[in-house]
């Protein structure tokens, strides 16, 4: 799309880079951006992964969305995080209660299937 991304730290060869949650995920980045990531890194560090709530809807879909790109990739995601995995994404933040699980958790599926229901770039890998 002609955009640039600047790539705030990376290996001398050229095929490891490290990025903050915020530089990805905060901004108004796409699938296209998260697939060129993906094509010219065989490796993307990722520090400060935050929980996610639905306040930071968002976010939350960016971060679905580059994982997923950087999975259908080959490229090697590692992420240092606020909280396991399973733990990232939470309830609470406001409205949309139809995607929270009554447990405090989001129902990752909704999410994306709501995100594709309003024309967004995400996909579902079976």
Known sequence: FGRQLSVPLSS???CVARFT???LCARPLGAADYIALAQ???TIFISGV???SLAVRDQARR???LVDEAYNH???LVCSAEAPPDELFTGGGGAGGDLDDGAGLIDLE???FEGEAE???LRRNV
Do not use: E, K, W
């Open 12 to 14: 001398p060869c050229g």
């Open 21 to 23: 949650f915020q530089d």
């Open 40 to 42: 010219n890194f065989n």
């Open 50 to 52: 935050p929980r996610m």
């Open 63 to 65: 971060f679905i969305t």
């Open 74 to 76: 080959g490229c090697v």
């Open 110 to 112: 909704s999410l994306q």
């Open 119 to 121: 024309g967004a770039r």
